[in-house]
């Protein structure tokens, strides 16, 4: 059975180990394996701590391990003190296409909606190639907001669109 819990500075080891796994051997993350730091991790884990939610699923087989991770916190202007983003979810890959994914993304929705009444909007991006992905989010109740042109540059010098994703609280209180 699988666990949700909140994140706290002691997973930062795990939580970095599951992202340089989901960066390296996915295109899940828009960050690549080598861009995959310590900072990095660390910087979004106390930004999440101090404004926005962070929530990881325990390996049962193996305490050491964390095999999933979602993220979002709210940005620096106060004009956006409603909003929720940055949202980012890794799931490792021996464990995707058991439903973990939904479930820790169900739990932040749920959260949010029950408890944090001060955001009204939950946004991410999604890769435009990633259709998984974007129709995952739509079955959240994620709406599509337009598109950014050429934003990602591929290995290939290819470039692809990101597409604006956001969900809102019906508990928003003003």
């Not at 939580?15 to 394996?33: H, M, P, Q």
């Amino acid at each position: 059975m699988f666990k949700i819990r909140q994140a706290d500075s002691s997973d930062l080891n795990k939580i970095f180990t599951l992202y340089k796994k989901v960066a390296t051997e996915t295109t899940g993350l828009a960050r690549s394996g080598d861009e995959i730091i310590v900072d990095y991790v660390q910087n979004f884990m106390e930004k999440s701590s101090n404004t926005g939610i962070e929530l990881v699923v325990d390996n049962p087989a193996n305490s050491n391990q964390i095999i999933a991770e979602i993220h979002c916190y709210k940005l620096i202007p106060k004009t956006f003190s409603h909003v929720l983003s940055e949202l980012t979810i890794a799931v490792d890959p021996d464990h995707q296409g058991q439903g973990i994914g939904k479930m820790i993304f169900t739990h932040l929705l749920d959260f949010i909606r029950n408890s944090r009444h001060d955001v009204l909007r939950v946004e991410l991006i999604s890769r435009e190639f990633n259709l998984k992905a974007i129709s995952f989010y739509e079955g959240l109740g994620f709406k599509r907001e337009g598109r950014f042109e050429k934003r990602i540059r591929s290995n290939e010098n290819e470039f692809e669109a990101d597409i604006p994703m956001a969900w809102f609280n019906p508990n928003f209180k003003k």
